[in-house]
């Protein structure tokens, strides 16, 4: 069983900026791809970014430019920086994490984010 803990949702101002963060318990060799998704009110949850175990990254295209995922292997942790947001990035955002071979993906409990003046 996998374990992810995320942080660093809240409220921002359109044009600011957050960091989300997401600590997993799983092991570094058995992890296939990371990724954030989010999912706002009414709408269904989609990938917002990924990258993969060699390192290859993936953006939805109403993120591309503002948004950058990244991870630190020492410290288990995966990061979106998000940049520059604006309201519709108003949402639950999700981490997941996929092991290879596994059936099923694992999923954070979801951190808020709210952009709005």
């Known amino acids: 069983q996998v374990q992810l803990v995320e942080s660093g949702g809240g409220l921002v101002q359109p044009g600011g900026s957050l960091r989300l963060s997401c600590a997993h318990s799983?092991?570094?060799?058995?992890?296939?791809?990371m990724g954030w998704y989010r999912q706002a009110p009414g709408k269904q949850r989609e990938l917002v970014a990924s990258?993969?175990?060699?390192?290859?990254?993936n953006y939805v295209d109403a993120v591309k430019g503002r948004f950058t995922i990244s991870r630190d292997n020492a410290k288990k942790t995966v990061y979106l920086q998000m940049n520059s947001l604006k309201p519709e990035d108003t949402a639950v955002y999700y981490c997941?994490?996929?092991?290879?071979?596994?059936?099923?993906?694992?999923w954070g409990q979801g951190t808020q984010v709210t952009v709005s003046s």
């Open positions: 990258i993969t175990s060699g390192g290859a990254t």
């Open positions: 997941n994490v996929r092991l290879y071979g596994a059936r099923t993906d694992y």
């Open positions: 799983a092991s570094i060799f058995s992890i296939n791809r």
